[in-house]
Nanobody, 119 residues
Framework: VQLQACGGGLVQPGGSLRLSCAGRGSIYHVYDMGWYRQAPGKQRELVAV???????NYADGVKGRFTVSRDNAWNRVFLQMNNLNPEDTAVYYC??????????????WGQGTQVTVSS
């Protein structure tokens, strides 16, 4: 099982980006999916998570600006980021709690995608 993320880049303050992540491989069921981020010199932190039923949770610093969504049919998770500010600059990682076919349940991470907010 692999998670493949894309959609990062350079954006000006106040701008928007949309991240996407797709789970591929021997997947039986995907439970929670979401996004974490890690800024230089800081620990990785939760950004947003969405359950298989669609319940969403956000870090306080992104509430009202970021929206997490998912496509259960294709095992994809998205992060719409609006009104970005320089403090959002980080490497963003997608994450999923997955029951595989034959190898049990585990957490999986994407490869990380860089988001840079700068003028």
């Amino acid at each position: 099982v692999q998670l493949q993320a894309c959609g990062g880049g350079l954006v000006q303050p106040g701008g928007s980006l949309r991240l996407s992540c797709a789970g591929r491989g021997s997947i039986y069921h995907v439970y929670d999916m979401g996004w974490y981020r890690q800024a230089p010199g800081k620990q990785r932190e939760l950004v947003a998570v969405i359950s298989s039923g669609g319940s969403e949770n956000y870090a306080d610093g992104v509430k009202g600006r970021f929206t997490v969504s998912r496509d259960n049919a294709w095992n994809r998770v998205f992060l719409q980021m609006n009104n970005l500010n320089p403090e959002d600059t980080a490497v963003y990682y997608c994450w999923a709690d997955i029951m595989t076919n034959g190898e049990g349940r585990s957490s999986f991470w994407g490869q990380g995608t860089q988001v840079t907010v700068s003028s």
